[in-house]
């Protein structure tokens, strides 16, 4: 379904989840990312795969672009996440005849604070130019159409950073896909 979390971030993509951040959702979310629940990358990224889907056009290639996770959660929790979930999905896309493959060109180029409680306001300073094309890789998503995934759509900020840090180099951003997206009841941007 198509998600538009409100208030809408100025420049964020198309954005397609499959869920509703709602009890089930979020428990399985939480067992994959924090528990170690690793079977859970194998549903959490075929669903992954029909948001993925809504944004790419028969027969063109694109490239998945997951969100980098930051340092400290990859090191707690032993692996980047929405990494696994875009390689499940691009696997399960790819047997089903869509040219895309998974490209994890992003990094942070500064501390990002987690995001957990804070507002639509903080969060967006927070990762403010943040985000960034790794040099090595830029060849890579020039010119090149991109879908921009994370594991859950809060409040559109890091699929934002994201695609503007696609865009400024020369990649073409089809979209945002994520699993799941949580309702805003308070608008505080």
């Known amino acids: 379904m198509r998600h538009r979390p409100a208030p809408c971030p ?12 709602d009890d089930a959702t979020r428990a399985l979310l939480i067992a994959f990312k924090e528990r170690g629940a690793v079977g859970l990358a194998r549903p959490l990224g075929d669903a992954l795969a029909r948001a993925i889907g809504s944004c790419l056009e028969p027969g063109l290639p694109a490239l998945v ?3 980098p996770s930051a340092r400290a959660a990859v090191r707690r929790r032993g692996d980047d996440t929405v990494r696994m979930l875009a390689t499940r999905a691009v696997r ?3 047997v089903a005849g869509w040219q895309v493959a998974v490209a994890p060109v992003l990094t942070q180029r ?4 987690d995001s957990a409680g804070l507002s639509s306001q903080a969060r967006a300073a927070n990762l403010a130019g943040a985000l960034m094309v790794r040099r090595s890789a830029m060849h ?4 090149a159409r991109v879908v921009v995934v994370d594991d859950l759509v809060t409040t559109g900020v890091t699929l934002t950073e994201a695609s503007r840090a696609l865009s400024r180099c020369g990649a073409q951003v089809l979209g945002a896909a ?12």
Request: aromatic share 10%; proline share 11%; hydrophobic share 50%.
């Open 10 to 21: 100025p420049g964020l993509p198309p954005t397609w989840v499959v869920a509703t951040y």
């Open 65 to 67: 672009v997951p969100a």
């Open 92 to 94: 399960r896309l790819r």
């Open 110 to 113: 500064r501390f990002v604070a």
């Open 140 to 143: 890579r998503v020039r010119d």
């Open 178 to 189: 994520a699993v799941a997206a949580t309702r805003r009841r308070i608008a505080n941007w």
